[in-house]
């Protein structure tokens, strides 16, 4: 545990519960508490708060709506979602406006709150540390040559792609995650877009592993189906950077494509922001691979460490 002290805001319209939050972390964390998503906001402009913890159904804001805003007014607090609710709204919206480090379920664990939030506050503390190094917002996403994995079955998704990332981009396609994992063993990919389900493979699985390997890497997922439980590991155990339903927006997948490409960059130009997208440990037996699998992963992971050395 740091030295330094970190600040900790609870959110919840329930004082009974903000008071055993307070118990629950005092001795390690400065404890602020509100029960009002405006009050919320007035701290986090005033006064240095490494973490945020909200609850989602609140009557004045909503807890995604408090946290998108947190994000706006202060990018280096760590954000965590706290619900009783798999309301799959929620979850998305988690995900997509508010880029929340971990979406936490009632009733919550000790332990297991105590450290997700001790491992968001030594983020955090390292990137108010070196905030004003960090690199501008990026504009100009023409002038960036990255390049971008689709893994999908329908070619309809590699055409929409390709037409909105221009001549810019370098567009990679996959239709298995074997063929994917020699895209990515043998380029600097910066964004994949994947079809969450698939006739044979495990995308969701592969997905997480790869955020394990190289966390530098963002991940766009897609689907038609809307699972409450596969989306939040997907939140906590593969850092995915945004959910698309399918049929897929034009609008909203050139939307994610712009911000992941510039978040991409920013990472590239500041690798302690790479801290926040470090993964929960999956609670599941590793799949058994094949030889040429795990060649292809050790690769993945050393272009990994290769790429944030020199970054």
Excluded at 74 to 102: C, H, K, W
Excluded at 254 to 266: D, E, M, P
């Amino acid at each position: 545990m740091s030295a330094e002290r970190t600040t900790v805001l609870f959110v919840d319209d329930e004082e009974r519960i903000l008071r055993s939050l307070r118990m629950l972390f005092r001795a390690h964390h400065d404890v602020l508490m509100t029960t009002s998503g405006r009050e919320a906001l007035e701290i986090v402009r005033s006064r240095t708060v490494h973490v945020v913890v909200s609850d989602q159904r609140m009557p004045e804001m909503l807890g995604v709506d408090l946290l998108r805003r947190v994000r706006e007014a202060s990018p280096a607090t760590m954000r965590l979602l706290l619900t009783g609710y798999s309301d799959l709204q929620a979850i998305v919206a988690s995900v997509n406006e508010g880029e929340i480090f971990r979406f936490i379920e009632k009733p919550w664990q000790p332990p297991y709150l105590l450290g997700v939030v001790e491992q968001a506050a030594k983020v955090a503390l390292q990137e108010f540390a070196v905030g004003a190094a960090r690199p501008a917002e990026v504009t100009d996403l023409a002038a960036m040559k990255f390049k971008l994995l689709v893994i999908d079955e329908d070619a309809a998704t590699v055409q929409m792609v390709r037409e909105i990332a221009g001549s810019y981009q370098s567009i990679h396609h996959a239709e298995t995650i074997e063929a994917a994992l020699s895209v990515l063993s043998d380029n600097e990919i910066a964004v994949v877009i994947a079809e969450l389900t698939h006739r044979h493979d495990d995308v969701a699985g592969a997905l997480k592993t790869l955020k394990q390997y190289n966390p530098s890497t963002l991940t766009i997922a897609t689907s038609a189906q809307r699972d409450s439980r596969s989306l939040i590991e997907l939140i906590n155990q593969g850092q995915i950077f945004r959910f698309l339903p399918k049929p897929l927006s034009r609008e909203l997948l050139k939307r994610g494509l712009n911000a992941a490409c510039a978040h991409y960059a920013r990472l590239k130009n500041a690798p302690v922001l790479l801290q926040r997208h470090a993964v929960e440990q999956a609670k599941f037996e590793p799949m058994s691979l094949s030889a040429r699998l795990l060649d292809y992963w050790r690769k993945i992971r050393e272009n990994g460490r290769n790429s944030r050395q020199v970054a």
